[in-house]
């Protein structure tokens, strides 16, 4: 088992950073990869970005040039600096981690992007 916990969240002005932090503890070996997704009110869940054990990363593109993932692995940590933030940049934003054949999430935490 595997648990993840998001913190970081909260509410900005258009143009804002937040940068999330998500923890995970239990069973971390095999973790591939981490990363998170994000859901707005009445929408799928989405994929932001996601990092590789070796460090490679995937945006989605809508937040190209504006959010890096990155992963500290002696912390069990993942991180996502959220620059130049949009009112559009406003969900519920998950953690998640793979391994294996399995996917844990975390509990969430919400971004307000809003003048």
């Known amino acids: 088992q595997v648990q993840l916990v998001e913190s970081g969240g909260g509410s900005v002005q258009p143009g804002g950073s937040l940068r999330l932090s998500c923890a995970a503890s239990g069973n971390m070996l095999n973790i591939y990869s981490m990363g998170w997704y994000r859901q707005a009110p009445g929408k799928q869940r989405d994929l932001v970005a996601t990092?590789?054990?070796?460090?490679?990363?995937n945006y989605a593109e809508s937040v190209k040039g504006r959010f890096a993932i990155s992963r500290d692995n002696a912390r069990n940590t993942v991180y996502l600096q959220m620059n130049n933030l949009k009112p559009e940049d406003t969900a519920v934003y998950y953690c998640?981690?793979?391994?294996?054949?399995?996917?844990?999430w975390g509990q969430g935490t919400q971004v307000t992007i809003s003048s």
């Open positions: 998640f981690a793979t391994q294996s054949s399995r996917v844990y």
């Open positions: 990092i590789a054990s070796g460090g490679s990363t």
